[in-house]
């Protein structure tokens, strides 16, 4: 699900972000309350979600909340562009949330920041999507349960690219191309997001190669990799690019709005895209680059995780088990009635009705057979290095190789002090 719509967030920083726990001091009370009564350091339970921009997200988490007859569940709804930061400095203090919602990352687990959930998951572990299980597992404990699947793709209008006589790209080189021929006075041809990195980690894919190896060994310094940045570097300078759309990459009113011909984004918005139009919305991965490469999907998405060194651990794990494992049927409303994402658990994906027909079902096979999981061993440090390669190949004309050489040796120097 995408951001708070109302804000310039940039929804890839936080579907990566690490544990920031230097980020001291206290945290004002956020959004509203739910449940009944309780608090993180009370009898009660306490949640934090972030602020969603499809309408009836809130209301449904708090639904969900209210039904729970165990314990009250308090629900901090955290708006705004820092959710993170906000996280992260409450998890500092006595009024630290019981349960939240994140992404797994290996910092939480080394910190002792959240709680091993495999004796919840275990029993229903092979009912889940496999990456997801892998994603969230580290040492053979299982930590933070998978809420929802958000695979990312280009968006396109196929009238526009009958009008320009364009078929749609199986390469990255053939992007470029469809970009500049669907360019006009009015539309862009294509939009990245304002920064471009919301596709970095596919341009690495896409390329043939990966951020990490299987033992956690720097693995996208490939020529490959330098290739695929000079054609985006050529692509930023074309002028078939949008750079400066009002919302970025997560929200679609670029493409809907008629801004650009191309949109990287979610199929959470795929309704929304729907609705404004109708069916003149196609689909496709980030496509290869070079001869080594091959398709790719980016999927995002959203887990739940126990605060270990909270008062409730226990009862917060209940909870977790109760919602997110136990009660399928408020799973699949929270993916499938609030923009559109793939429930993790396999048994959903495949009964879910409205994922079954026309450019949801679409999205699910691109998902299925080109789809990539973040590595918990990718820290943001990491992307951060990476953010900087995508601003100095390509925004500033960088030598891409230099760019991956200076990254490298970032994230070997980081992932030595993970791992050893």
Known sequence: MSASSNTNWDRRNVLRAAMGLAAAGGLAACGSNT?????????????????????GVEQAVKRYAKAYDKTDVTTQWITGSNFEQKLFAALLTKNAPDVFEFH?????IK???????????????????????????????????RMIDDPQFFFYRPSLFEKAKVEVPTTLEELIEAADKLTTNKVKGAYLGNNLTPVQHNLIWSAGADTLTADNKPAFNTDGVA?????????FTSGNLLLDA????????????????????????????QQALGDDIGIFPFPKVGTAGKDSVYNGGWSMFVNAKGKNVEAAKEYVKWLWIDKKEYQEDFATSYGFHIPPRTSLAESASKLKAGLPAEGVKLFNEFGHFDNIGWTQSMIASF????????RKNGDPKAQLDACEKKVDAELKKLFG
């Open 35 to 55: 449940g009944r009564s309780g608090g993180g350091s009370g009898d009660g339970l306490v949640q934090y979600f972030h602020a969603y921009g499809e309408a």
């Open 104 to 108: 797994p990352q290996i910092q939480l």
């Open 111 to 145: 910190s002792g920041q959240v709680a091993d959930l495999t004796d919840i998951i275990e029993p229903v572990k092979d009912d889940f999507n496999a990456a997801d299980i892998t994603s969230h597992t580290v040492d053979g404990k299982i930590y933070g349960v």
């Open 227 to 235: 290739d695929g940045l000079k054609q985006l570097r050529s692509l």
């Open 246 to 273: 009002p919302a970025d990459w997560w929200d679609p009113s670029a493409f809907t709005q008629g801004l650009a011909a191309i949109q990287w984004c979610g199929m959470w918005a795929m309704p929304a895209m």
């Open 387 to 394: 953010n900087d390669v995508m601003a100095n190949a390509v």
